[in-house]
């Protein structure tokens, strides 16, 4: 017997919970935006790095024709 939930979509992970902008002034939004650019940098080299581990074991198991 199936479970009717597990034919229903997941919800997204939301990493990142933003804050409400109403409240912020302008020095602290141009903070927020230097936080995000900062996080943004971060995550490509977090994306570089394990991209760059795949490609190496892809490398590294590759089948070499006989």
Do not use: C, W
């Amino acid at each position: 017997m199936t479970n009717p939930e597990e034919d229903l979509p997941r919800p997204s992970k939301k990493i990142l919970v933003p804050p409400v902008l109403d409240k912020l002034g302008v020095d602290e939004l141009e903070a927020y935006i230097g936080d995000l650019h900062a996080e943004i940098a971060r995550v490509k080299m977090a994306i570089a790095a394990k991209q760059a581990h795949r490609n190496a074991a892809e490398a590294f198991f590759k089948r070499q024709p006989p």
